[in-house]
């Protein structure tokens, strides 16, 4: 059987990080960082777990990506995230110089992508299994709703 790394399974990739994080109470949102079809950090979001602001999953997805590579850029690899990076988030991806930022679920309140803080160099691709994320966010915030 061949198998075909492609953006949907990056994502999906992502969605099981973001799952993880419904499970333990926190913010659904999970990422990966992809260099060469090969996923080489993952993260999700830990405010509560570790009573950190910054303790976002792109962010702990950030920080293992550059001890793997043991230097600060990032700029053959992708982001997989399933929720739009906030402000702090696209700022770090600056730095990184990361190539490519995919996410599923716009962030209506934070819009940190249409704030203009990406490296002038890093595609981004929005939208794909949005459905999904949103579900997972609204499962979330329904639960401390009730």
């Not at 075909?4 to 999970?30: C, H, N, R, S, W």
Request: with cysteine; hydrophobic share 40%.
């Amino acid at each position: 059987m061949i198998q075909v790394y492609d953006d949907v399974y990056f994502m999906k990739q992502a969605m099981f990080q973001a799952q993880t994080a419904l499970e333990e109470g926190e913010i659904p949102v999970g990422a990966v960082i992809v260099h060469k079809n090969k996923i080489i950090a993952r993260g999700y979001n830990m405010t509560e777990k570790l009573n950190d602001f910054t303790a976002h999953a792109e962010m702990l997805a950030f920080t293992s990506a550059s001890e793997y590579f043991g230097n600060k850029y990032l700029n053959e690899c992708s982001l997989y995230v399933t929720l739009e990076p906030c402000v702090m988030c696209c700022g770090a991806s600056y730095w990184t110089r990361i190539n490519k930022i995919v996410y599923a679920a716009s962030d209506e309140n934070r819009r940190g992508i249409s704030k203009g803080l990406l490296h002038p160099k890093t595609i981004v691709k929005s939208g794909l299994m949005a459905d999904e994320a949103q579900q997972l966010l609204q499962a979330f915030f329904k639960s401390k709703r009730e």
